[in-house]
């Protein structure tokens, strides 16, 4: 097997595992900040991991460029959507307030 390869699946098995660490924190954690807080952290990194994994099998330079724009734009939206959410919860005045 390709070195090239080994690698790819390795960071691709990293970047699942982060995925699967933030599922575990959405999960397991008690508040909805550190909830919040682990599942953007997580799926941003895991995300990282998978286009790093996904980069060395692309066929040329433009769609490696388009991966990192990819991931760029979900870590953008991220940020903003955690944001959003976290500032609505501070302000209390949701349907979900416990």
Do not use: C
């Amino acid at each position: 097997m390709d070195p090239l390869q080994l690698l790819s699946g390795a960071l691709l098995l990293v970047g699942a595992f982060f995925f699967i660490a933030g599922t575990v924190g959405l999960i397991r954690l008690h508040d909805r900040f550190s909830r919040l807080h682990a599942l953007t952290k997580a799926d941003n990194v895991g995300l990282g991991f998978i286009v790093l994994g996904l980069m060395p099998l692309a066929p040329d330079l433009f769609y490696g460029l388009k991966l990192v724009l990819v991931w760029l734009l979900v870590v953008i939206a991220g940020a903003t959507g955690a944001h959003l959410i976290a500032k609505r919860a501070l302000r209390g005045d949701g349907e979900d307030v416990l």
